[in-house]
C-alpha cells in the first residue's frame, strides 16, 4: 500500500471515530461535517457530496442530503442540501450504479456522456460510486477536485468506497434513531392532543380543545397549516367543505388564498385516490405535475394529504403544509398522523351528532312550548270562562253542571298537557327541583281537594289515615310533592269502580335535620296484572290498554311520579293483585323547618274533608279587595284571553285597559297619558313576544315610569314559563295560563294594591273591601260608578230575615257586587242545604262541615238570624249532641229554604223591571261628540270609557252610517283600537 493511501486510511479511520461516537441525531450534523473535513483535506478535495435516491410517480431523482466544502470548493458550490436531480438528466447512471458501476478520473478523460454532464459543475476530477445498504440502491457519494486532475488506485478506491458505506450507516442508524425519537415523541404528542379533544364536552369547550389540539401538534410537528376537510354531496357532485383549520404565526403573516369548499372535479382525480387510501407526502416539487398546479396558488414548500375513512365511508382528508422547508415524513409517522386525525374525525363527528341531537331537542323543545302555548292558550278560555260563569251565580242544577264538567274537562286536559311537558323537560335534562317553605296540611289539603273530584258519582269511600306527629313545616318543592299525591290519588280514583281509596301519610326523623316522608295509597280497584308490573313506571305505559280503553291519561304520570322521588331521595314501589287492587309506596326525603307537629284537630280537619262544590264556595266567598283608584293594563292577542282577564279583574273595580300586542303596549307606555299601576303582558304573541316587549319598554323608553312599573308575565308556556326567568327579564311576577284566580288575586294585592294611597284617601277595608270614608262612611265613587235604579232605603223591609243594608255595607256599599253574592247564595246553598236533609250518626261529622259553610254563607250577605242557628247545629254536631240537632234541623232546613225563595223571587223581580225596553230611537248617523269622546278612549286605552260610549252610541238605530256602528262594534271586541283611531279621525 502506498503512503498516500496510509494516510488516507488514517483520515477514514479518524472520520469513523467522530462518526461511530455520535450518539443522538442532534449532533449528527456537526459529527458529520467533522468527518467529512477530515477525509475532504486528507485528499485535498473540494467537494464531498452524499446523495440519497427518490421515486416520484416511478421516476428516480437523487437529492443532496450533506455537504462538505472547502475553501476553494466555496466558489464553485452549484447547490445545498434539499437540491433534486432527475437520473433521466445523466447519462445512464441510475442502470450503471444499481449494477455496482462508479465514474473515477479526470473528467476529461470520461466517456463523452459523463464528460458533458460534469463540465459545468467546474469538476476536474471525480469519484462518484453509488452506495448500497442491504443490496438497495440507496445513493451515491461523489468526491470532487476542481483545481488538479487526478487518478485513483485501487486502494484508495476502496478506502473512500469503505469510507461512504461508514458515513450513509451512520447517517441511517442516527436518522432511524431520530425516526424513533420523533415517532414515539410525535405519537406521544398526537395522543395528547388527540385525548385534549375526546375528553371535551360538547359546544364551545370542543372547540377550544379542538383548536388546542391542532395547535399542540402543529407545533410539534413545524407545520404551518392543519387542515380538516370534509365531504359533502351537492347537486349530485362530491364536494370537500374546510371543517377546521390551524395556522401558525407563520402562516398567518402569509396572505391567504385559500378555499373553503371545492368540488373534486377540478382535483388531479383526488376523490379516486383517496378512496383507494392513496396519500400525498413530501415537497410540492416533488408531486405530480398535475398536484403542483392544483397546489402551486398556495405558497406551500410540503405537503402530507391523508384520506381519512369513517366506518369504511371517505369522511375527507387531512391537509398538513409546510410554507418554508422541503421535507418528507416517514410513512410511520403519517400513521401516526392519520390515527391522530382520525381520533379527532371520530371526536367531531361525536360533536356533530350531539349536537344534531340538541338541535333536534331544542326543535322538540320548541314545538312543545309552542304546541304548550297553542293547547294551553284555548284552555285558558274554556277554564276561565267556565269559572267566570259559574261564579256569577244564577244558573239551574243541569246548566251548573254542565259547566262544571266542561272545567273538569279543561282540567283534564291541562293535565295531560303538563305531564306531556314534564316528561319533556326530564328528557332534556331540565327538570329542576325549586324548594321553598311549605304548610305540611295545606299541601295535603290541596292534594286531596284537587284529587276527589274524580269520584263523581262512584260509590267510593275515601279514607285519610295521617298521623298527627307529621311536622308541620317542612322545605322541599311543594309543588313536586303535590304532584306525587295528586298523580297517586287520581290514578286510584281513576281505576276504581267501587269500594275504597286510602291515603296514609308517615314521617319519621333522619339526619342532617331531614324528615322520611312516606305515602302510601291503597285502592280496591282493577289492579295490576303480574307481567305488567315490570314496566309500571317506564314512559307512556298504560297498563292493560285495552280495558282500561276508556280511562284518561297519557302513561307518563307514574313515570314522572318516580323520576320527581328519586330527585328527592326516595322512590316508589308498588304491590297490586289484579282485580283486587293496589297500594304504591312513595318514599321522599324533605327538610324540617319546623318540627311543630300537625296535632289531632288539624288531622281532624282533614280527615273530615270532602269534595263537595268547592270550587264555586270558594269563588263566591272571596272578596276582592276594591282597587277603583287602580288602572291596569293587559296585553294579549287572543281576545277571548283579554275578556277573560277583565272578567276576573272586574271585581276589582279597576280601570282595565287592553291592547292587542306588545307594540302598542310599548307604546301606550312611552306615550304615558294613563300611568297604570301594573302590566299584565302575555309571553307568547306574533311579531313581538312579551319578553322583548318588555326589554324594550325597561331599557329604550328612558323614563322612570317605563323602568318601574310592575309588569307580571301572563305565560301558557309551561316549558319556559317558570319565575327565575322571567325575573331575570325585567318581570315582576308571573301567572300561569288557564289563570287560577286565588293567583291572580295574590299577584293583584301584591303589586297593584298601594295601600299608602288608600291611607292617603282615608279609605277603610271592610270585609276586603276598600271604599269608604274612614270617618263619613260616604261613597267615594263617582256617580256614574254607583249603580242606579234601586232605593237603598228599601232594601231593610225587602226580604225577610237579612239585614240588607248590613249586607251591602259588608261590601263597600257596591250593590252590584252584594246582588251578584245574593245570586251566589241562591245557586250554591241549596245543594249545600240538601246535604243537611237527612242527618244521622254515621253522617254527623259530615253534616257539621256541610252546616258549617251554610252558617258563613248566611252571615256573608246579612242573614245573621239563620247564621247564628247554624252555628248553634255546628257546634252541636262536633259535641256529638245529635239529639239537639235532630230537634232543631228540620225547621233550620224549612226556614233557609224559605229565604232561598225570598232571594229569588226579589231577584227575579229586579231582573223583570229591567227587562222593558223600548224600541230604540232612530238618528241617521253617530253624533260626532260621542265620536270623538270614543277617539279619545281609543288613544288613552281607557276600555271603561270605550264601553260606555259605544253603549251610547248602540242605543240607537242609524240609517245611514254606512256600517260605521257595527264596524266600530267588531273592532272594539278585537281591541283593534289603532285602527279605529285612524278611522275615526278620518271621519
Known amino acids: 500500500m502506498k503512503y498516500e493511501s496510509i494516510e488516507l486510511l488514517h483520515a477514514v479511520i479518524g472520520a469513523a471515530t467522530a462518526l461511530l461516537t455520535v450518539e443522538g441525531s442532534d449532533d449528527l450534523d456537526s459529527s458529520l461535517f467533522e468527518g467529512m473535513d477530515i477525509i475532504g483535506n486528507a485528499l485535498n478535495f473540494d467537494r464531498l457530496q452524499i446523495w440519497q435516491n427518490e421515486t416520484v410517480d416511478e421516476e428516480h431523482f437523487f437529492v443532496l442530503k450533506h455537504q462538505w466544502l472547502s475553501e476553494y470548493g466555496k466558489n464553485t458550490a452549484f447547490a445545498h442540501p434539499g437540491f433534486k436531480v432527475s437520473y433521466n438528466a445523466t447519462p445512464g447512471w441510475y442502470d450503471r450504479f444499481s449494477d455496482g458501476g462508479y465514474i473515477s478520473g479526470p473528467v476529461k478523460s470520461l466517456s463523452d456522456g459523463d464528460r458533458k454532464y460534469l463540465e459545468p459543475f467546474k469538476i476536474k476530477s471525480t469519484f462518484i460510486f453509488p452506495l448500497l445498504v442491504q443490496n438497495n440502491f440507496w445513493g451515491m457519494i461523489t468526491f470532487d477536485d476542481c483545481h488538479n486532475e487526478r487518478n485513483f488506485i485501487e486502494d ?138 392544483f397546489l402551486a396558488p398556495f405558497q406551500l414548500i410540503s405537503t402530507v394529504v391523508i384520506p381519512l375513512h369513517l366506518q369504511n365511508n371517505l369522511w375527507g382528508f387531512a391537509c398538513i403544509d409546510d410554507c418554508r422547508f422541503a421535507r418528507t415524513f416517514t410513512e410511520e409517522e403519517v400513521d401516526i398522523l392519520r390515527s391522530g386525525c382520525m381520533m379527532m374525525v371520530s371526536a367531531i363527528n361525536r360533536n356533530d351528532q350531539a349536537f ?350 317605563a323602568k318601574t312599573v310592575p309588569i307580571i308575565a301572563l305565560t301558557a308556556n309551561a316549558i319556559v314559563g317558570n319565575e327565575a326567568m322571567f325575573l331575570s327579564k325585567g318581570f315582576q311576577a308571573f301567572i300561569s295560563k288557564p289563570i287560577e284566580i286565588d293567583r291572580l288575586d295574590s299577584v293583584i294585592r301584591e303589586w297593584v294594591r298601594d295601600k299608602e294611597l288608600e291611607k292617603e284617601l282615608e279609605q277603610i277595608d271592610i270585609g276586603g273591601e276598600t271604599i269608604l270614608e274612614a270617618r263619613s262612611g260616604r261613597d267615594r265613587r263617582k256617580p256614574v260608578e254607583r249603580r242606579s235604579g234601586h232605593d237603598r232605603r228599601n232594601l231593610g223591609k225587602t226580604i225577610t230575615g237579612i239585614d240588607m243594608v248590613k249586607g251591602l255595607e259588608i261590601f263597600g256599599g257596591n250593590e252590584e257586587t252584594y246582588l251578584y253574592v245574593l245570586g251566589s247564595y241562591v245557586a250554591n246553598t241549596r245543594p249545600l242545604l240538601e246535604l243537611t236533609r237527612e242527618v244521622s250518626l254515621e253522617n254527623l261529622s259530615d253534616y257539621g262541615i256541610h252546616v258549617h259553610g251554610i252558617k258563613s254563607s248566611n252571615r256573608s250577605i246579612g242573614a245573621d238570624p239563620l247564621g247564628d242557628r247554624a252555628e248553634a247545629l255546628e257546634m252541636a254536631s262536633k259535641n256529638g249532641n245529635i239529639s239537639f240537632v235532630l230537634e232543631k234541623n228540620a225547621s233550620f232546613y224549612e226556614d233557609t229554604i224559605k229565604l232561598i225563595s225570598d232571594i229569588e223571587a226579589y231577584l227575579n ?56 256602528v257595527k264596524w266600530l262594534r267588531e273592532n272594539v271586541s278585537r281591541m283593534n283600537f289603532m285602527q279605529i283611531i285612524e278611522r275615526l279621525k278620518e271621519v
Not at 291515603?503 to 319519621?508: P, Q, T, V
Not at 276594591?626 to 294579549?636: E, F, I, P, W
Not at 238605530?957 to 254606512?962: F, G, I, L, P
Open 156 to 293: 484508495e478506491l476502496n478506502i473512500l468506497r469503505s469510507a461512504g458505506l461508514m458515513i450513509v450507516s451512520t447517517v441511517n442508524r442516527l436518522t432511524q434513531m431520530n425516526e424513533v425519537k420523533r415517532r414515539d415523541e410525535l405519537l406521544y404528542v398526537v395522543n395528547s392532543a388527540a385525548s385534549l379533544i375526546l375528553a371535551a364536552d360538547e359546544g364551545e369547550d370542543f372547540e377550544y380543545s379542538l383548536e388546542n389540539g391542532l395547535d399542540l401538534m402543529g407545533r410539534y410537528v413545524d407545520v404551518d397549516y392543519i387542515e380538516l376537510w370534509q365531504n359533502e354531496m351537492k347537486d349530485g357532485e362530491l364536494h370537500a367543505n374546510l371543517k377546521h383549520k390551524w395556522i401558525s404565526d407563520f402562516g398567518k403573516d402569509l396572505s391567504d388564498p385559500r378555499i373553503s369548499t371545492f368540488s373534486y372535479s377540478i382535483t388531479p382525480k383526488w376523490d379516486k385516490r383517496f378512496l383507494r387510501g392513496e396519500h400525498m407526502n413530501g415537497p410540492v416539487s416533488s408531486l405530480s405535475k398535475a398536484d403542483q398546479e
Open 356 to 705: 344534531q341531537l340538541r338541535q333536534a331537542s331544542r326543535a322538540k323543545t320548541s314545538f312543545l312550548a309552542n304546541m304548550s302555548h297553542e293547547m294551553r292558550t284555548p284552555l285558558n278560555a274554556v277554564i276561565g270562562l267556565s269559572e267566570l260563569i259559574m261564579e256569577a251565580g244564577g244558573l239551574n242544577e243541569e246548566v251548573l253542571l254542565n259547566l262544571e264538567k266542561i272545567s273538569n274537562a279543561g282540567a283534564t286536559l291541562l293535565s295531560t298537557v303538563n305531564d306531556i311537558l314534564d316528561i319533556s323537560k326530564i328528557e332534556a335534562g331540565k327538570f329542576e327541583l325549586l324548594p321553598i317553605e311549605y304548610d305540611v296540611p295545606s299541601l295535603i289539603n290541596d292534594a286531596i281537594t284537587q284529587s276527589v273530584m274524580r269520584i263523581g258519582e262512584k260509590p267510593i269511600k275515601f279514607i285519610l289515615d295521617i298521623e298527627e306527629t307529621l311536622p308541620s313545616r317542612l322545605f322541599g318543592d311543594d309543588l313536586r310533592v303535590k304532584q306525587i299525591l295528586n298523580n297517586l290519588l287520581s290514578n286510584a280514583f281513576k281505576y276504581t269502580k267501587e269500594g275504597t281509596v286510602e291515603l296514609k301519610i308517615r314521617s319519621e326523623p333522619a339526619k342532617d335535620g331531614e324528615a322520611i316522608f312516606t305515602a302510601t295509597v291503597r285502592d280496591t280497584g282493577t289492579g295490576i296484572k303480574a307481567e305488567n308490573l315490570g314496566r309500571l313506571f317506564t314512559d307512556y305505559s298504560m297498563m292493560d290498554a285495552k280495558a282500561n280503553r276508556k280511562i284518561e291519561g297519557t302513561g307518563l304520570g307514574l313515570s314522572i311520579t318516580k323520576r320527581i322521588a328519586e330527585m328527592m331521595g326516595g322512590s316508589i314501589s308498588v304491590e297490586s293483585e289484579y282485580g283486587v287492587g293496589s297500594v304504591f309506596t312513595v318514599i321522599i326525603r324533605q327538610l324540617v323547618v319546623n318540627e311543630t307537629e300537625i296535632g289531632p284537630e288539624v288531622v281532624s280537619n282533614l280527615q273530615n274533608f270532602r269534595y263537595s262544590d268547592h270550587k264555586r264556595r270558594r269563588h263566591a266567598k272571596m272578596i276582592r279587595a276594591n282597587l277603583a283608584y287602580a288602572k291596569v293594563l293587559v296585553v294579549d292577542d287572543v281576545a277571548t284571553n283579554l275578556d277573560v282577564a277583565r272578567g276576573m279583574m272586574k271585581p276589582y273595580n279597576m280601570q282595565v285597559d287592553c291592547v292587542s300586542s306588545g307594540k302598542e303596549a310599548i307604546e301606550v307606555i312611552r306615550d304615558g297619558k294613563v300611568r297604570y299601576n301594573a302590566v299584565f303582558m302575555d309571553h307568547m304573541m306574533p311579531e313581538m313576544d312579551g319578553i322583548e316587549a318588555v326589554r324594550i319598554i325597561r331599557a329604550d323608553i328612558g323614563t322612570n315610569y
Open 909 to 964: 223581580k229586579i231582573s223583570g223591571d229591567n227587562a222593558g225596553v223600548n224600541p230604540a230611537p232612530k238618528k241617521d248617523s253617530p253624533d260626532p261628540g260621542l265620536l270623538n269622546r270614543l277617539l279619545i278612549a281609543c288613544e288613552k286605552y281607557n276600555m271603561d270609557d270605550v264601553d260606555a260610549v259605544m253603549g251610547e252610541i248602540e242605543s240607537f238605530e242609524y240609517t245611514a252610517d254606512d256600517g260605521l
